[in-house]
């Protein structure tokens, strides 16, 4: 069953803007990993926050995570054509046995 | 070269059927995984292995079985395909996780999937 919820489910933007997603989740967890998945295509790992992380960077990626409110957000800053995927938000549950629990996806479109 | 890599990338067969999806890895990671994608369903586990010896179930394996050959290679079969079996299928690999005070879990890297069309 997922854990992990993205919203929105969808969202178009103009290249250059920033795209912001957010993701729900409903049990205590190791970490929150963030994916992206190009059409058709495996999925490729963005960033990874631990449960006692609040904040991390990586190039144009923004993580947040508040394990009070069971919520993560990821932001793309000065967004480009290429980065138009479907990103999954994935949680890795305390007492989980190391196993992922992926949200349904949300797509980006990045318009040139 | 690819890292993690799955033969065959579309099959198209019958109902009825056995079908076996292979993947390897080269990353000399000790945890493998498969995973089915629906639309709209996101991925969800089917079967997870942490070594050779330990298989596990995940969360749809009905239908489904696995075979660790060995560290790098990781099979998916159907023992008799179904239509709804139709799918995007997905290995992953990750490391065993690391230790910081507490277990840190991995991120799993992905094959380039498998399209499964039952008739």
């Known amino acids: 069953s997922q854990q992990g919820e993205e919203d929105p489910q969808a969202l178009s933007i103009q290249e250059g803007e920033n795209a912001t997603m957010n993701c729900s989740y409903k049990t205590s967890i190791n970490n929150l990993q963030w994916y992206r998945q190009n059409s058709g295509r495996g999925l490729v790992h963005l960033i990874l926050i631990r449960s006692n992380e609040r904040e991390k960077h990586s190039g144009r990626l923004r993580v947040t995570l508040d394990t009070s409110k069971k919520s993560s957000s990821l932001l793309i800053t000065a967004s480009r054509a290429a980065d138009t995927a479907s990103y999954f938000c994935a949680t890795a549950p305390k007492g989980g046995s190391e196993k992922l629990v992926f949200g349904k996806g949300m797509k980006l479109t990045v318009n040139p | 070269d690819a890292d993690v890599t799955q033969t065959p990338r579309n099959r198209i067969t019958k109902t009825g059927k056995r079908i076996m999806l292979e993947c390897s890895q080269t990353?000399?990671?000790?945890?493998m995984y498969w995973y089915r994608q629906d639309p709209g369903l996101g991925l969800r586990l089917i079967y997870y292995s942490f070594d050779v010896k330990d298989i596990n179930k995940g969360e749809i394996s009905d239908g489904y079985s696995v075979s660790r050959q060995a560290q790098a290679k990781f099979s998916l079969s159907l023992e008799s395909a179904i239509p709804n079996q139709t799918a995007l299928y997905f290995c992953?690999?990750?490391?065993?996780?690391?230790?910081?005070?507490?277990?840190?879990?991995?991120?799993?890297?992905f094959g380039p999937g498998t399209r499964l069309t039952v008739l």
């Open positions: 992953a690999t990750s490391e065993r996780p690391g230790l910081a005070g507490a277990l840190i879990y991995n991120e799993q890297f």
């Open positions: 990353k000399g990671h000790d945890r």
